[in-house]
């Protein structure tokens, strides 16, 4: 049966917003026997559609059964190595034989073992915390141990787990917690983390195990059980939902709201407030059902429904004195709009030292969502309405989305020619061109990214940059991830008699290539203008993705180049930028926490003796406090701020004011969050993303504006050359 298919493309690192009440797809939990069918129907879709062409041989079995055991134990610190190596003996060599025969013994053997010894954990945790520890010993912590072996013994990872309860209890005293909530809360956490597994069905089982196969051929195909799948076109694909518009979370056993989606018929009813927590649902037609403990995508599922349709929530008001008393709030599920994840627009505002109002336009792109271009093309109409001199397009946080949104995103700014060629596993190769006249905008164009732009960004990015149509700034490099997935109903493939919906299959099926014929795979999309940045030493890239597919090149097309004399302005751009960013009190500060971070990327080891770390803590608070004193003398560089978002375009509203110049100073940016606050996770950059703090962004308009005075007239560049910025 042909299979109704779309062509996608997307990042690892894409987050589910499991928390939106949303559409409600009733559906039975899967059984053993059926879970078995869902497998043999994904094993053999990869066998003939994934563009590797990978043999289901002894050595994709082993490193399927190694991404299993990841999965489940990606510390390393809950299975033995006589485990492993128990594992590898039964099933190394033969998973694709027990799957072909619809046999799933391999995944919930592997998974009992894994609850047996996580309960042996649990149990050893509660000793550890009972005992003193000793904070004075010159003793070390590894905190990412996904690349070493696993405890040879028991005696093994009894140390092991010692440390790392000893790390997380300094963790604590750190910062000045009492030691017996800190014990309490990692008591809880690994109680919960025991209860959350224990109680996973065989949908979740097969979730871990499907996944682990998906990822064997490469890290972007992936299996999608019907609640991710339903996720996942809500988040990337339609941005609108239909149910009550919150957001929640599970805190404490409580699922808690956490937001409301502005719009939505909570938000309009105002009886929920952010942090009321959920006790019960009851749906129109049934009885309460007590929803305390219960995993939240069950909840989310049970508080979804179709247009129209009443749902009541019990809920424990956040301003009730205890927890005793009880709110029931009874509302009718319509369609929610998920305008936060839409595209928005900025106008920066300053008067220059001249005394001329200038001018410029921010676009920020999240994704590339159903319909994003026609969002950007009619924000671009508003933005020269405001009279802009120049216009960025903000990628840094776009992990990708549908191919031909990128395509016609890249359309508004190129008249005609070639944007992207894509090849399957049989060599074939098709180009995509710019057909309809979509084109809106010929200014100034600056591209910002980040590692973090991912797939369509990345397409949009190198055909603005191959064609001379854009300046691309940010971090050094893009994500890196040059393949194109599409998503396959898997009820389109399994026996007349299956009942049940077996999920979604999302499977890398193409590359996509420049049309230089290079390849933006493992190497991504390189900035013109590189600005310093901690994400440039993190492995979040696509090259420390486990199984990527190599890089590769094709021959280039013929197209024209839109703005030949970009190499001559360039390196005159990259000097000013360098220039500035050697006084800038942000990125000095950021460029020290850059010089921490590759310490501790290289030793990969925290120490456990309490005054080494508070040393380190006085020093990094030091040098948080002079940055602080030294932003606190800067002047905010725009004189206003305004943000427009899609609805306020299109009903002719005025836009909302972010900052203005009666600010006096700017506040203080956290880039590096305080070592207590992590624990296995790898620093990331936090920086806060209000506009009035974005240092990189005002650098990236200090570039846009340098790049339109040398567009003016050609002796400008040798004004540019001979100015101090």
Known sequence: MKAKVNFFLFVTGFFLFMGFSGQY???????????????KTVASLLQQAHFSQKPADEKLSQL??????????????????????????????????????????????IYSKYIRRLTERESLIEGLLAVPHDFTKDEFYQTDRSKMPWPKTEEEAKDLWRKRIKFELLQGKLANEKPEQTQKTIARRYARLLKEMREADSEEILDYFLNALTHAYDPHSDYQSPSEAKNFEINSIKLSLTGIGAVLKSEEGYPKIVSLVPGGPADLDKRLKPNDRIVAVQQEKGEPVDVVDMKLNKVVEMIRGEKGTKVTLIVIPADSPDDSVRKSVTLIRDEVKLNEQRAKAFVY???????????????????????????????????????????????????????????????????????VQVKDFRGRIQPFLISSNRYCYGGPLVVLISRFSASASEIVA??????????????????????????????????WDF????????????????????????????????????????????????NYLPADQISPMNFQKFNNDLPSIIPVLQRRSAQRI???????????????????????????????????????????????????????????????????????????????????????????????????????????????????MNETLNVLKDYIFALQEPKNILVLKNEHS
Request: hydrophobic share 35%; proline share 4%.
């Open 25 to 39: 797809c009733l559906h039975a939990d899967l059984n053993e026997s059926q879970c078995a069918k869902v497998a």
């Open 64 to 109: 399927f059964l190694k991404d299993y055991l990841d999965a489940l134990d990606f510390s390393h610190m809950v299975f033995l190595q006589s485990d492993i190596d128990e594992f590898n003996e039964k099933y190394g060599k033969r998973l694709f034989d027990y799957i072909y025969q619809e046999d799933l013994t391999p995944a919930f053997d």
């Open 349 to 419: 505002e300053r008067t220059s030292n001249e005394g001329k109002i200038e001018r410029y336009g921010v676009i920020q792109l999240p994704g590339f969502y159903e319909r994003s271009s026609d969002d950007v093309a009619l924000l671009i109409k508003r933005l020269e309405k405001e009279k802009i001199s120049g216009l960025v397009l903000d990628l840094r946080k776009n992990g990708g989305g549908m191919l031909e949104e990128a395509v016609n995103m890249t359309a508004l700014f190129i008249k005609d020619g070639p944007v």
């Open 462 to 495: 190198a055909a603005l940059q191959d064609y001379g149509r854009a300046i691309i700034v940010g971090d050094q490099v893009s994500h890196g991830k040059g393949t194109v997935q599409t998503l396959i109903s898997l009820s389109d493939f399994m026996p």
């Open 499 to 546: 009942h049940g919906d077996p999920g979604r299959l999302k499977i890398t099926v193409q590359k996509f290539y420049r049309i230089t014929g290079l390849t933006t795979q493992q190497h991504g999309v390189s900035s013109d203008i590189a600005f310093p940045s901690l994400d440039d030493y993190l492995e979040i890239g696509e090259s420390s993705l486990p």
């Open 582 to 696: 050697s006084s800038s009190p942000d990125f000095i500060h950021l460029n020290s926490e850059i010089e921490i971070l590759k310490k501790k990327m290289s030793e990969k080891l925290v120490s456990l003796n309490e005054a080494q770390r508070k040393k380190e803590k006085e020093d990094f608070n030091l040098l948080k406090k002079n940055y602080e004193a030294a932003r606190a003398e800067q002047k905010f560089p725009y004189d206003k701020i305004y943000e427009y978002d899609i609805e306020t375009v299109k009903n002719h509203k005025e836009p909302k004011i972010i900052t203005s110049a009666s600010e006096k100073a700017l506040p203080p940016v956290e880039l590096m969050p305080d070592e207590t606050k992590i624990l296995d996770e790898k620093l990331d950059d936090t920086v806060n993303s209000s506009p009035k703090n974005d240092f990189v």
